[in-house]
């Protein structure tokens, strides 16, 4: 063997070396960009899905209150029209007070306090009433102006039991009713 194709041999040898080497580096690298690939694309999977749910959440999230606005601004109008139609109700009463059937109205009124409180009793109402209310209760008839928008409120003569049967307090004992009523 002569020193050329030793050398020849050699070169031959290492070429080869080299050429395995670039081939398990080639496939090394593609193995590691495989691996990155695969990575990258569960990890923006990963995002894509918590995306999707942080989105979702957030959407019901305004769903749910707007619902919730909607249904406050449907209970406030409720609201609003329920203390309208008091309101009226009110108005109502007060023109009540000024019709002709108010005084027969107040007598009943006294009549019934009397029956269920007893005698002695007091009798008191609003100013404007006073001479109805005298005539009505007799002795029994406390000037004393009460603040109420009419009727009567009756107290025995010792202050132990009250009846108040002004418009004010019968309103406002069938509140609920009246509500249910105009709802």
Sequence with gaps: MSLESLVEEIRQQAEAELAATIARQRAETAKIVAERDRRVAEIRAAGQRATETDVARERAQRVAAAKLQARQRL??????????????????????????????????????????????????????????????????????????????????????????????ELLRLREDRVRELLA
């Design 75 to 168: 209970y406030e109008a409720r609201e609003r029209r329920l203390e309208d139609g008091l309101a009226e109700t009110r108005a109502l009463l007060a023109d009540f007070t000024a019709s002709p059937e108010y005084p027969a109205t107040l007598k009943r009124m006294v009549e019934a306090a009397t029956a269920s409180l007893g005698r002695p009793v007091r009798i008191s109402g609003r100013a404007e009433d006073a001479g109805v209310l005298a005539k009505a209760a007799g002795k029994a008839f406390d000037p004393t102006p009460r603040p109420i928008l009419g009727g009567v409120v009756a107290e025995t003569a010792d202050q132990s039991r009250r009846l108040n049967l002004s418009f004010d």
